[in-house]
T-cell receptor, first 118, second 113 residues
């Protein structure tokens, strides 16, 4: 199946700094990627839909100035957590749709990035 | 809107036991249905899928049948192994627009040797 890769897999940063997480589709082009946040022992919360060449679409309650999303190419989307605080500590997961799977709606997920803000 | 409901609580069972995780859905139209598995510290992996009524998805000994009449997609495995310990998520895609997935809350499965 299609491969989606995230980097870094884990990151620790100081409060007030910004952290960038990359999501790459390795063997297909993804015009749309999705960013999720997962709290411990909970399901995935969709944060935003990343659209190549245009602005991301954010879910209600997600601060767009806090979580900056850039989808500059067909294989890369980035999530930047700006001025991170301890409450931003979480597991962030991206996903992408392989155009070959467009009919079924299947998404492929990255390995996840664990952010810890001290 | 579209939604997925999974049975409450973790599931703990012994090796070689039979596993069932219930999943029901609410959707307009004809969604695709999925089971994803998440091993500790990792992202989600597609376990199996079904795209239309009466389809049976299967993989690694797991099965689930798309039941439109009961709006269900229960996951089953006849004999679990310790390596099956993970969190299992039921999900649906309405196949419209950007193919957003609606997830259930997930079930932690712990298999004891």
């Amino acid at each position: 199946g299609a491969v989606v890769s995230q980097h870094p897999s884990w990151v620790i940063c100081k409060s007030g700094t910004s952290v960038k997480i990359e999501c790459r589709s390795l063997d297909f082009q993804a015009t749309t990627m999705f960013w999720y946040r997962q709290f411990p022992k909970q399901s995935l919360m969709l944060m935003a839909t990343s659209n190549e060449g245009s602005k991301a679409t954010y879910e209600q309650g997600v601060e767009k100035d806090k979580f900056l999303i850039n989808h500059a190419s067909l294989t890369l989307s980035t999530l930047t957590v700006t001025s991170a605080h301890p409450e931003d500590s979480s597991f962030y997961i991206c996903s992408a749709r392989d155009p070959a799977g467009a009919v079924t709606g299947e998404l492929f997920f990255g390995e996840g990035s664990r952010l810890t803000v001290l | 809107g579209d939604s997925v409901t999974q049975m409450e609580g973790p599931v703990t069972l012994s090796e070689e036991a039979f596993l069932t995780i219930n999943c029901t859905y609410t959707a307009t139209g004809y969604p695709s249905l999925f089971w994803y598995v998440q091993y500790p510290g990792e992202g989600l992996q597609l376990l199996l899928k079904a795209t239309k009524a009466d389809d049976k998805g299967s993989n690694k000994g797991f099965e689930a049948t798309y039941r439109k009449e009961t709006t269900s997609f229960h996951l089953e495995k006849g004999s679990v192994q310790v390596s099956d310990s993970a969190v299992y998520f039921c999900a649906l895609s309405d196949r419209r627009g950007n193919n957003r997935l609606a997830f259930g809350k997930g079930n932690q499965v712990v298999v004891i040797p």
